[in-house]
């Protein structure tokens, strides 16, 4: 069969721009943020955060063999506990929730980052394999002391 050399060239175009067209569109689906599972399925009164567990006894609890869960409140404009000790190599799941507004959560040079929205528990887990300073960090503005709320994690 004899095909014209345009025709074979559209051909080939043809069956390029298909496939990176799928690819775009797969790789959109591993990607979007709206194909992640949600991580604040939970929920809780925010008035009745600290007498309810585990946000009466916020911080870090031990649960497993180099296994930890951090539990964390936030509020305008702080980070409770404001100080965290984290032994090297520990798995962390991070159990967040807010007490007033929505705040963020996110812990600078990995990949947690949360929208914090009152109401709900967020939680994410991270395993800090190398030693150093972490700042965790509001990236939701939520009032005149967002610029100040944040928290250190120090893995040691
Ligand atoms: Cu809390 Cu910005």
Redesign the pocket.
Known sequence: MHIHKFEKIWLILGTVTLVAFLSTIGIQAFTSPDHAPPSDLTTIEPEEVETTAPFDEPGLKKVGENEYELVMI?Q??GFTPGEVEIPQGAKVKFIVT?ID????FEVAGTNINMMVTPGHINSMTYTFDEKGSFLI???????I???Y?SAELEVK
Do not use: A
Not at 101 to 104: I, L
Not at 137 to 143: R, S, T, V
């Open positions: 936030l305008s404009f807010s507004v929505v705040h963020g960090l509001c990236n939701e503005y939520c009032g002391g967002h610029h709320m």
